[in-house]
């Protein structure tokens, strides 16, 4: 059992001096200095919109410190709340959300949301950007219950517990939620113990349907990606983290966080995202 994490330490590599990250299995790097930055990023036009998708068991809430970090920067950004309910219309939500967007994206996605981003950024043209924060980043027909399986050390499936929801037709179906007293040692270790008893109580469930439906598009086929992998990450193996990012040969760093890590490690995270944004306004 991995201690649990009282001061966020991120792994430091500077890739021969380059400015931004490079290829897939990069550690954390500094961000350039402010220097480096535009001048005033409320000035460019050309400034991308963050689209933050949080994923199961969190909402939009979970963004709070990598939003006002981003804010700070001149990026607008939108946080919507995911229904959590079903891959297929997870996605044509997101969409839905897109689709209201004037002028270039870059979408984020935590977790199951890895897995939302990668379809509804499929032929979406103002989509330059995907994000993954300790994310799941499927292939067409792959679901999030089979890329978890396919490395050893997700401890999930202990930590949750079945509800039932009422369907249209009188019937049921099946979601998930973490129990409350595992939440912490789950989902966010080293979190402030307050801060994770708050995200416990407003956890959203995920349909079991949801984790199970397979995919139907991948955008990182086409759409520049990078990628944060959470090492102390007990919902996801961190080993699956870094072989879904490798094969999107997506732009890596990895971070000693948990699962939450835009809780725990806003800073990294928001580097992240700023270096994808860079990248849109650059065109490199």
Do not use: C
């Not at 897939?24 to 460019?44: C, K, L, M, Q």
């Not at 037709?169 to 801060?195: C, M, N, W, Y």
């Not at 992998?229 to 879904?244: G, L, Q, Y």
Request: hydrophobic share 45%; net charge positive; charged share 15%.
């Amino acid at each position: 059992m991995n201690p649990p994490i009282s001061r966020r330490t991120v792994t430091v590599s500077l890739l021969a001096g380059a400015a931004v990250l490079g290829t897939a299995g990069a550690a954390y790097s500094a961000p350039a200095a402010t220097a480096d930055r535009p001048g005033n990023p409320h000035e460019r036009p050309d400034t991308p919109t963050v689209v933050l998708i949080h994923g199961a068991f969190a909402d939009a809430s979970s963004w709070s410190s990598v939003v006002e970090r981003l804010q700070r920067q001149g990026h607008r950004v939108l946080a919507p709340a995911l229904p959590l309910r079903g891959l297929a219309s997870d996605s044509a939500y997101i969409r839905s959300v897109l689709d209201s967007v004037t002028g270039p994206i870059v979408l984020v996605g935590h977790s199951y949301g890895g897995a939302v981003i990668s379809q509804a950024a499929a032929g979406t043209p103002q989509v330059k950007a995907l994000v993954y924060i300790a994310a799941f980043i499927p292939d067409i027909g792959e679901s999030a219950l089979k890329l978890t399986d396919k490395f050893p050390g997700s401890t999930l499936g202990q930590a949750t517990a079945t509800q039932y929801y009422p369907l249209p037709d009188g019937s049921q179906a099946e979601e998930l939620v973490i129990k409350k007293d595992l939440f912490r040692k789950q989902f966010a270790a080293g979190v402030p113990t307050k801060t994770a008893q708050v995200m416990a109580a407003g956890q959203r469930p995920i349909t079991l349907a949801a984790l199970q439906e397979p995919a139907t598009a991948a955008a990182w086929k086409k759409i520049p990606s990078w990628a944060l992998v959470a090492t102390e990450d007990r919902n996801i193996p961190p080993a699956a983290e870094r072989w879904m990012a490798e094969r999107a040969r997506a732009h890596t760093i990895t971070v000693r966080a948990p699962h939450a890590a835009a809780v725990s490690d806003p800073g990294p995270v928001t580097d992240l995202i700023l270096r994808a944004a860079r990248s849109v306004r650059t065109g490199h």
